[in-house]
Each structure stands twice: as structure tokens, then as C-alpha cells.
């Protein structure tokens, strides 16, 4: 297995484990990390494709649709296609995670 690229996005990292070329463009894995504090895209939408934010370490502020979760290890957040989004680090540690 390769080490995937790492892309910077301003204060983000984010590595693409599966492009949507390599699955026909149903589905693509990317895992992000968040540092504290981080400057993180605004609020947005995707049209074309659900998303599922899963926490690996730290924690992420998700907003979807206005409400409001935290994201921690080992929990999920369903984003459903179309849905205003946004996350944010607005904790003390550097968080870690990915989007599918």
C-alpha cells in the first residue's frame, strides 16, 4: 500500500485514500487533519454525493442544516447531499478526520 499525497488547503492536510476515479465515481475517502484554531472552508453544500464525517482524534465542531455536533473518536456524522455544511476546530487539540 502506498502513503497517500498529502494536499494542503490553507492549515489543512487532507489525504485521499479513494479518488472517485478509482470507483467509477461513485464514492471517494479522504481524511483531513484540523489544527487547533484552524482557518477551515465556509459553509457549503454538495450536491452530487452524501458525505459522512467519522472522527479519529480530537474533536470537530460540524455544523449541518444549523444544528450543531461535536465529532470525537469513533463517532459518525451523516451530511446528506444538498445540506448547508460546515466544520470547525474550536478546541484546545488538533483534531484528525475523515470524510466519506
Known sequence: MTTPEVMK??????????????SGGSAA???FDVPSGARVPGAH???AYDEFGYGL???LTFTVAGKTN????????????????????IYEA???GPAV
Open 9 to 22: 488547503l490553507g492549515q489543512l492536510a487532507v489525504r485521499f485514500l479513494l479518488e472517485g476515479s478509482q
Open 29 to 31: 475517502i479522504f481524511e
Open 45 to 47: 453544500s454538495h450536491d
Open 57 to 59: 482524534k480530537g474533536v
Open 70 to 89: 461535536d465529532v470525537g473518536p469513533g463517532e459518525v456524522r451523516f451530511i446528506p447531499r444538498g445540506v448547508i455544511r460546515r466544520f470547525e476546530n
Open 94 to 96: 488538533d483534531a484528525t
